[in-house]
């Protein structure tokens, strides 16, 4: 269980309070939290319920979108949040095609300079970027970066210490390729954050729904684990899962679940 | 309008004798078809009908689905409907991974070996097969082929003129690598049919019936023209669109808007 982290957006409905205990009721050592659990607690109160409890955060999702008018300013304000909340990574999310837009590389092209622009502040406030590649069905309308090659092309040009990727094996899972791009991860020094969630279907209206908690769906989801670890990376496993009928459920029966999953299916 | 061809599964409702006298009318002339145009009126009477008509048959769509029972015995019949009605190519639909199964590498190496399995009966029948990757969210339930560039991997042991593949912007506008793997296909002499639909979100559920006619979307369909055309294709674009609210209009209304579409966006 050392390595298990429970990522908020998994109990969704979940106060934080009460994900709080029963992380630390259930021998979970570290939770991944968004913005949003901040926002409704406070980040001075959340960071402290978290920090009280013995419990490490060990990301904040998500700064990116940078296709939102002042994307500049609400990525500081993020990055400012996840050093307050003692989350050494922050995952970013690049968001998708301006409205109306047709140019892919230009969005991608934005994505690398906006990386580029939050570096100084990340590294002044000591907080890690993680690009997150997105399953390709999110291509359009949330996030430009759909493969994990084009992550590490991305995060390239800034210092590994800065700037990394999120390796999530429902975004990744289908790509022949990403064996060798993960390899590649790890001897570039990038593996700054691993989510876990299993692939099921018939996938939900919009797509976003859609996940699966570990065990429950077609992903190898051990082999992505042993091939982050062979490539270096020691850090926590997040269960990450978006589902309607993930979030209907008791938050304690969902973490019971997921770590039951993580122990069968991943450790 | 002389490489314009309507994929029969565009105007799903639209009955085949009113859609062959509508492309004539409306100078279009290239249809692809589908093995259930053929299971609807008998594949001597459907060949006799288009063939009167004056249009070619740009494709049959399709074979594959190897993880089917019978799959082998079916892709035969397939070939043989294609030589049957005239169609130069047979579209191959790889099929998802087995029923409980987590192993895509095996799925995918099975693919390999059944367009192996079906060479020969395609050479002697005179049809090219032709493997189509989707887009990588069908990869579980549809089609364990996600690239163009695993595509192309998996039609290397074949000769060109035997396997080749589909470029279809609807499954590939989001890879950053497409652009190369286009180059790659011309230069292997791969390029077996060329299929446009738009990307539109929201995604329905199910995600089958998502597509927009050429225009309506994101996608840039003339780059990829102008791309498979550099690479040396000079075939039919077949307008291919799934999409409920497309089936619901009459067939005639939506060929003329794919016509429009296909002379403003792609051509």
């Not at 429970?6 to 913005?35: M, Q």
């Not at 095609?97 to 230009?106: I, Y």
């Not at 982050?228 to 029966?253: H, L, M």
Request: glycine share 10%; proline share 6%.
């Amino acid at each position: 269980m050392k390595r298990f982290a429970l990522n908020s957006a998994t109990t969704k409905r979940w106060p934080l309070p009460e994900l709080v205990a029963g992380c630390v009721d259930a021998g979970v050592p570290g939770v991944g939290l968004w913005r949003e659990d901040l926002a409704a607690y406070g980040v001075d109160n959340a960071a402290a319920l978290v920090r009280e409890a013995g419990l490490a955060v060990t990301s904040l999702c998500r700064g990116g979108f940078f296709d939102a008018p002042g994307w500049l300013e609400e990525n500081r304000r993020a990055i400012d949040e996840a050093a307050a909340v003692g989350a050494p990574v922050l995952v970013l999310v690049s968001g998708g095609l301006p409205a109306g837009s047709r140019d892919l590389d230009a969005a991608r092209a934005h994505v690398g300079e906006a990386i580029g622009a939050l570096v100084p502040h990340a590294q002044a406030a000591g907080v890690r970027l993680a690009v997150e590649p997105l399953h390709p069905m999110f291509c359009s309308d949330r996030c430009v970066v759909a493969s994990l090659g084009q992550a590490l092309d991305l995060a390239d040009p800034y210092p590994p210490e800065a700037v990394g990727v999120v390796i999530d094996t429902y975004h990744l899972w289908w790509d022949d390729q990403v064996w060798t791009q993960i390899a590649r991860a790890g001897r570039e020094n990038r593996i700054a954050c691993f989510q876990v969630a299993d692939w099921v279907t018939p996938l939900p209206a919009g797509v976003l729904l859609g996940r699966g908690l570990p065990g429950t769906g077609c992903v190898e989801l051990r082999r992505f684990r042993e091939a982050v670890d062979a490539a270096g990376y020691a850090g926590p496993v997040e269960v990450e899962v978006f589902a309607e009928q993930v979030w209907a459920r008791p938050g304690r029966a969902v973490l019971d679940e997921a770590i039951a999953g993580y122990l069968t299916h991943v450790a």
